[in-house]
Every structure is written in C-alpha cells, then in structure tokens.
Nanobody, 114 residues
Framework: VQLVESGGGMAQPGGSLRLSCTTS????????MSWYRQAPGKERDLVAT????????NYADSVKGRFTISRDNAKNTVYLQMNSLKPEDTAVYYC????????WGQGTQVTVSS
C-alpha cells in the first residue's frame, strides 16, 4: 500500500493550492477517502472526507466553503482544492482512508504566509 501526497508549497493568504494523493496497493474505489492535516505542535485533524463514488463530501468547519475534496477512481487519486488560504491552514497534509486504515504517507507541506 502506498499513499503519495503532492502539490504542497508556499502560498500567500488568499491564495490557492491543489493537493493530490496517488494511491496503490488497495482497491481505491471501495474506500471512503479523507484528507487530514497536522500543524506544528498539534494533533492530526480530519479536514475533508469523500464518499466512494465521489458524490458526497464532508468538511471540517474551519475549511468549509474554501476547500473542495474530489476523487478520480480511474486514477486511484484523491484531490484537495484549497482556496482562500489562511495562515492557520499551514500544516502537513496527508490523505488516508476514513476511518484511517493505512499507514501514513510522507505528507505534503503547505505554508501560508505573506
């Protein structure tokens, strides 16, 4: 099983980033998928969750209306479009199943700063 996150980087407040998580080693389309994040000195938190067919999604209150989770089952990939970024979005972002069943990947660092 592999979870490989990418797309992070630096952004200014109000900016956008699109994260990708490419997976392998399991039947991606049969799992609910989620994005999580861990800010420095804090616990890892759930950010967004998407249903197996991609038709339903849920978001943490802190990102609702700004972030959009999506998936492509043909590519075994889940995405996180992040708009209107805030400094408090700074964290390492990870994807995993929901509930978490796989080992964590390396994550991708997102830094929001002016």
């Amino acid at each position: 099983v592999q979870l490989v996150e990418s797309g992070g980087g630096m952004a200014q407040p109000g900016g956008s980033l699109r994260l990708s998580c490419t997976t392998s080693g399991f039947t991606f389309s049969t799992y609910i998928m989620s994005w999580y994040r861990q800010a420095p000195g804090k616990e890892r938190d759930l950010v967004a969750t998407i249903s197996r067919n991609g038709e339903a999604a849920n978001y943490a209150d802190s990102v609702k209306g700004r972030f959009t989770i999506s998936r492509d089952n043909a590519k075994n990939t889940v995405y996180l479009q992040m708009n209107s970024l805030k400094p408090e979005d700074t964290a390492v972002y990870y994807c995993n199943t929901y509930p978490r069943l796989m080992y964590w990947g390396q994550g991708t660092q997102v830094t929001v700063s002016s």
